[in-house]
């Protein structure tokens, strides 16, 4: 039986990238561990995604707000606004816009420069110096996205959540004590934990993709810049699918 | 000749790419304080040949012995271990252009960190640097410098382990017949001071010439010819005449 070159094409990167998730596992848990680079990562990763995510967040909130008052209006039930905008934040919203501005500015930022390493042999030389360059490059890069990502996510929605009291206070004033009495009233554990842990695989994602895409980059700046680009969008894509999955299986564990 | 030890040693080595075989039956012998040059046309497989020797990339078939160790028997520590007797020059340099001159000198050492203070590793980064007389780039980055710059900070940077064997993928290629000289007298320079042995991958028969006691002619993944550079010169095959011209 022959496959269509784009299936063929497609399992064939698939099970790479299944194979170096596995080498992943291997690498974490083996010493030499690489705590310098990692913390270095962390504050490239986490510190400089701040603004970018802050302002995100913010806005959504605002606009989120904007645009269901009136819909809310319409069923005489505006006063349940900061409930609504409160779930929709800390359910969905937050975890997935952080993400994806996340896959955008990091997986691609990842992809390219593992990417320019791998083509001018930066990678091969710290091979050949005796540093394995899949731990002080992949896993810290991956370790680093996994746990800022979740961190970014619970900020993000912070500042979302101020956003939203902002554009509720747009046509009435609530204060900010009831406003937020309003939304964690209606928030419960079932709410949060399971947006929480799923941010920990969007980083996860994000991360392995970019650097799996830069770590197989093709010769010349045209293969960096094509690693950059497909970081974000199979990262991007991830965090869809990994939302899929994640919605069926809080809903199996009954957490809703 | 086959007294004296063997630095590197490769026996009848194949390596391809899919359908695209590269080296078909390689054969080569370094000898121990011998600069050996291998001669080939773009492409011929001369930085296959290096990867293979240095263990970045596995052959499909043969035999590779370095310092009296096979290469594809060792395991991953040992191979390591290996490795620190052996410095490579990158054709394409790969100073990690996110590092100042400095740590990219600091970095083969980053392994020895329990055994080295910071003050003999400052002393190993700045010996280094003077070997190659750039002494005061030393807090700038790879960006900063020019093409030969980059080239000596490249050979410092293998060298500042004190390799017993040097393989240098075309040290000169891409550079000014000024700057390409300069290189060659380092390298030569160099070479005395620690007493490497080395490969030189070079189709620069200045730089040869040069640096090297003996060639090979890489032709159609094979040892075509071997001998003195004069004696190759001398030679009526048209395979070779080329080369020469
Ligand atoms: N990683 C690789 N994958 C596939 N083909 C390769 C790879 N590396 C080298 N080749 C092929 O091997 C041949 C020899 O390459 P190389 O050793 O780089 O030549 P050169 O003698 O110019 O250094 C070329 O045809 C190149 O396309
Ligand atoms: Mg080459």
Same mark, same amino acid.
């Given at each position: 039986?022959?496959?269509p070159?784009?299936t063929?094409?497609?399992l064939?990167?698939?099970g790479a990238i299944?194979?170096?998730?596995?080498?992943f596992?291997?690498e974490?848990?083996?010493?030499?561990?690489e705590?310098?680079?990692?913390?270095?990562?962390?504050?490239?990763?986490?510190y400089?995604s701040l603004?970018?995510?802050g302002l995100t967040?913010?806005?959504m909130?605002?606009?989120?707000?904007?645009?269901l008052?009136?819909?809310l209006?319409?069923?005489?039930?505006? &006063?349940e606004l900061?409930?609504?905008?409160?779930?929709?934040?800390v359910r969905?919203i937050g975890p997935?816009i952080t993400?994806?501005?996340?896959a955008?500015?990091?997986g +691609?930022?990842?992809?390219?420069?593992?990417?320019?390493?791998k083509v001018?042999e930066q990678?091969?030389a710290m091979e050949?110096?005796?540093?394995?360059?899949?731990?002080?490059?992949v896993?810290t890069?991956?370790?680093a996205?996994?746990?800022?990502?979740?961190i970014?996510?619970l /900020?993000?929605?912070?500042?979302? =959540?101020?956003?939203?009291?902002?554009?509720v206070?747009?046509k009435a004033?609530t &204060?900010?004590s009831?406003?937020?009495t309003?939304?964690?009233?209606n928030?419960?554990?079932s709410d949060v934990?399971p947006?929480f842990?799923?941010?920990f695989f969007?980083?996860?994602?994000i991360?392995i993709?970019?650097c799996f895409k830069?770590?197989?980059?093709?010769k010349g700046t045209?293969?960096?810049?094509?690693s950059?680009n497909? +970081?974000?969008?199979l990262g991007?894509?991830m965090v869809?699918?990994i939302d899929?999955?994640?919605v069926?299986?809080?809903?199996?564990?009954?957490?809703? | 000749?086959s007294?004296?030890?063997?630095?590197? /040693?490769i026996?009848?080595?194949y390596?391809g790419?899919?359908s695209?075989?590269?080296l078909?039956?390689f054969n080569?012998r370094l000898?121990?304080?011998e600069n050996l040059a291998v001669?080939g046309?773009s492409g011929?497989?001369k930085?296959?040949?290096?990867?293979?020797?240095?263990g970045?990339?596995?052959?499909?078939?043969g035999e590779?012995?370095?310092?009296?160790e096979?290469? +594809?028997s060792?395991n991953q520590d040992?191979?390591?271990?290996?490795?620190?007797?052996?410095?490579?020059l990158?054709q394409s340099?790969?100073l990690?252009? &996110?590092?100042?001159?400095r740590?990219?000198l600091e970095f083969?050492?980053r392994?020895h960190w329990m055994e080295? +203070?910071?003050?003999e590793?400052?002393d190993?980064v700045?010996?280094?640097?003077?070997n190659?007389g750039?002494?005061?780039?030393?807090?700038?980055?790879p960006?900063?410098?020019s093409?030969?710059?980059r080239?000596?900070i490249a050979?410092a940077?293998?060298?500042i =382990?004190k390799?017993?064997i040097i393989?240098?993928?075309e040290p000169?290629t891409g550079l #000014?017949p000024?700057?390409?000289k300069?290189i &060659? #007298?380092?390298?030569?320079a160099?070479?005395?001071?620690?007493?490497?042995?080395?490969?030189?991958i070079?189709?620069?028969?200045n730089c040869?010439?040069?640096?090297?006691?003996?060639?090979?002619?890489l032709?159609d993944?094979?040892?075509y010819?071997e001998g003195e550079?004069?004696?190759l010169?001398?030679s009526?095959?048209?395979?070779?005449l080329?080369?020469?011209?």
């Amino acid at each position: 039986m022959t496959l269509p070159p784009n299936t063929k094409r497609f399992l064939e990167e698939a099970g790479a990238i299944a194979q170096f998730t596995g080498r992943f596992f291997r690498e974490v848990f083996r010493p030499r561990y690489e705590w310098s680079a990692f913390i270095q990562q962390c504050y490239m990763i986490g510190y400089k995604s701040l603004p970018l995510v802050g302002l995100t967040g913010f806005i959504m909130g605002l606009v989120l707000t904007m645009q269901l008052r009136p819909s809310l209006i319409d069923y005489g039930v505006e &006063s349940e606004l900061p409930a609504m905008v409160g779930i929709a934040i800390v359910r969905e919203i937050g975890p997935v816009i952080t993400a994806l501005i996340f896959a955008g500015k990091i997986g +691609s930022s990842i992809g390219a420069e593992l990417g320019s390493m791998k083509v001018t042999e930066q990678i091969d030389a710290m091979e050949v110096s005796g540093t394995n360059p899949f731990k002080y490059l992949v896993v810290t890069r991956v370790l680093a996205t996994t746990f800022m990502l979740p961190i970014l996510v619970l /900020l993000g929605d912070a500042i979302s =959540l101020y956003g939203a009291y902002l554009g509720v206070n747009i046509k009435a004033t609530t &204060s900010f004590s009831l406003y937020y009495t309003q939304v964690f009233n209606n928030l419960s554990f079932s709410d949060v934990l399971p947006a929480f842990v799923k941010s920990f695989f969007f980083g996860f994602a994000i991360g392995i993709i970019g650097c799996f895409k830069g770590f197989h980059s093709s010769k010349g700046t045209e293969g960096v810049g094509r690693s950059a680009n497909s +970081s974000v969008v199979l990262g991007s894509l991830m965090v869809f699918i990994i939302d899929l999955i994640a919605v069926q299986v809080t809903d199996i564990l009954g957490f809703n | 000749m086959s007294n004296t030890e063997a630095a590197i /040693l490769i026996q009848n080595l194949y390596k391809g790419f899919g359908s695209n075989q590269v080296l078909k039956g390689f054969n080569l012998r370094l000898n121990k304080g011998e600069n050996l040059a291998v001669l080939g046309k773009s492409g011929s497989g001369k930085s296959v040949l290096i990867k293979c020797i240095i263990g970045l990339m596995q052959p499909d078939e043969g035999e590779i012995t370095v310092l009296g160790e096979s290469i +594809s028997s060792l395991n991953q520590d040992h191979l390591d271990h290996l490795r620190v007797k052996i410095g490579f020059l990158f054709q394409s340099n790969a100073l990690y252009d &996110s590092m100042t001159v400095r740590e990219n000198l600091e970095f083969p050492l980053r392994r020895h960190w329990m055994e080295i +203070s910071d003050k003999e590793t400052n002393d190993l980064v700045m010996e280094s640097l003077e070997n190659v007389g750039l002494a005061h780039t030393v807090d700038l980055m790879p960006i900063e410098l020019s093409g030969g710059m980059r080239k000596r900070i490249a050979l410092a940077r293998t060298l500042i =382990l004190k390799p017993e064997i040097i393989l240098y993928d075309e040290p000169t290629t891409g550079l #000014d017949p000024i700057t390409s000289k300069e290189i &060659s #007298d380092l390298m030569n320079a160099l070479q005395k001071k620690y007493n490497t042995s080395s490969i030189i991958i070079s189709h620069d028969m200045n730089c040869i010439q040069r640096t090297a006691d003996r060639m090979i002619l890489l032709v159609d993944g094979i040892a075509y010819a071997e001998g003195e550079f004069d004696t190759l010169k001398a030679s009526t095959d048209p395979v070779i005449l080329p080369y020469f011209e």
